[in-house]
């Protein structure tokens, strides 16, 4: 198999996109593609101040090396969440993505859960009883506030995350087999910011899982390829490997599936998102919007595990 | 396990509604559940004539049995296709109708397509072009508009039709994975009748296929085993599987799906359906209502191979 570039040897081919390149054409392909997806969607321009959670893995850690090379301004920040069952999941993510910043001579902020709120996220999930035994509840609620958190306070105009094309469809095909209407409204590839709440956007959204392994593979970037030891079993996982199924067979169905999904409603096939919105008010402890009455459901839980 | 109404060893065991039943409770039991969808989505009612479109399979001929046992005015119409691939289907599932209709002294209406329209169904698909070899486009249509016109010409007030719920769930996976907002907005347990269609309705479609099937069984009632030989390797075939996979690891898993959609279709997640409709208006050949510009796709296809 050639490339469609040049010619040569093909060193990647994507039936999902008819296309095979070799390695320096899919090495120049990619960030193309996520350029072209940053404008489309209009996340972020080369003057705003962008912060990327890293998490060590492929994902995060390929798109803060992407984001450099088209020339943004891009900081990260890794959430220490101080998970060390089994392989010591967290320290080791962590070295990563230190020695990724510091190769490529980038500012990486490091929040540590521990220090920050007493007790790693494990231990915030059993002492919350929140999730049935599984911290991962938790360790969402935990993210979410954290890198909002971190993004207010040193002054970034957008927070990106590294979720791909696979984490996407998963979440979308569990939103529509219980037919979730609120997040069906709300899931997508920018979150737009207001009191509050920074913008978040999801470079990534239409990349699939394996063209960023085969990127940060060809890009010699070291990753964690551990998953989380929590994440084996859970619902999303299931959900990927049905999806991969679908995709094996039918190349193009996850991306056809997720991108006709942001079409439609755009067209308008769904009803507007303001009709069924729940109102927001800022939480009085922390400032960040909520839904709940009263505290947040971070501050809320914190409150729970400090008495 | 034992039966949950009398405590007898129980025959059939529904793990999709957490439910086991011995023999006669469970033959007790569907007609009950059919009811209720008949009452629910108000189908129709006991003074009102029914034609139920039978095929020679466990569901329409299981339906027809059941709608007898309720006491609703039910007569039945066979469609010959001609399919006489291998198994001579088509000859066999007729009979299989006629046995039926006879042996409980039941009316059925019997529409020869090839005496009808000089071809059999897969002769038109060929003349026609249409379908890329399979003749399953062009038996749909000849179905619907076959069915339709049996029912207006022989002044019924409903058209009945076999799909269950694993027909439905297939079908709205479908139109979910590629966003098809036409379908989904018409997608139902009811299509109302209009000037030229008549009202059909789907008595089945919360009812599990294995239950029609544990149905017929314990019935006793002779229907086609066989798959019509066109069905194999098709896209609903496929999706049907891999629901199958989802139900087997998360029972009730297809319920949920197509009764959560039917409810927030209900409680407002799309747009009204107006809005998106396109105009219909009468064949000016069969007198059916259709969105093509002058004739029907039935009436062009008849044309085209007359031709």
Redesign the interface.
């Known amino acids: 198999m050639k490339c469609r570039i040049c010619g040569r040897k093909a060193a990647v081919n994507m039936r999902q996109h008819k296309l095979a390149l070799c390695r320096d054409d899919f090495l120049e392909w990619v960030p193309q593609q996520v350029e072209r997806f940053i404008q489309k969607y209009k996340m972020f321009t080369r003057e705003e101040r962008v912060l990327v959670a890293v998490s060590g893995g492929k994902d995060s850690l390929g798109l803060w090396d992407i984001l450099i090379r088209l020339g943004y301004r891009a900081d990260g920040v890794y959430i220490g969440l101080g998970i060390d069952e089994g392989i010591a999941y967290s320290g080791k993510s962590q070295e990563l993505c230190e020695k990724f910043s510091s190769n490529h001579g980038l500012t990486l902020h490091v929040v540590d859960i521990r220090k920050e709120y007493g007790h790693p996220v494990p231990v915030m999930s059993e002492l919350s009883r929140r999730g049935k035994g599984k911290p991962c509840a938790v360790c969402g609620l935990v993210k979410r506030h954290v890198m909002n958190r971190a993004a207010r306070e040193m002054g970034y105009d957008v927070l990106v995350t590294g979720h791909n094309l696979d984490d996407e469809a998963a979440v979308l095909f569990a939103n529509?087999?219980?037919?979730e209407?609120e997040y069906?409204l709300r899931q997508g590839p920018l979150l737009p910011g207001r009191e509050g709440l920074v913008r978040k956007v999801k470079p990534l959204c239409r990349i699939y899982e394996k063209e960023m392994a085969a990127y940060t593979l060809l890009r010699d970037i070291d990753y964690i390829y551990e998953e989380c030891p929590f994440a084996a079993g859970s619902t999303t996982t299931?959900y990927k490997e049905?999806l991969n199924?679908?995709e094996n067979?039918h190349p193009g169905?996850k991306m056809?599936?997720y991108v006709?999904?942001l079409?439609?409603r755009q067209?308008?096939?769904?009803?507007e998102k303001e009709?069924?919105q729940q109102s927001l008010h800022p939480c009085p402890n922390c400032g960040q919007l909520t839904s709940t009455d009263d505290l947040c459901s971070f501050c809320r839980m914190i409150d729970k595990i400090s008495q």
Do not use: N, P
């Open positions: 529509t087999l219980h037919w209407g069906l299931y049905l199924k679908l067979d169905s056809t599936f006709k999904f079409k439609s067209s308008g096939l769904f009803v009709k069924i």
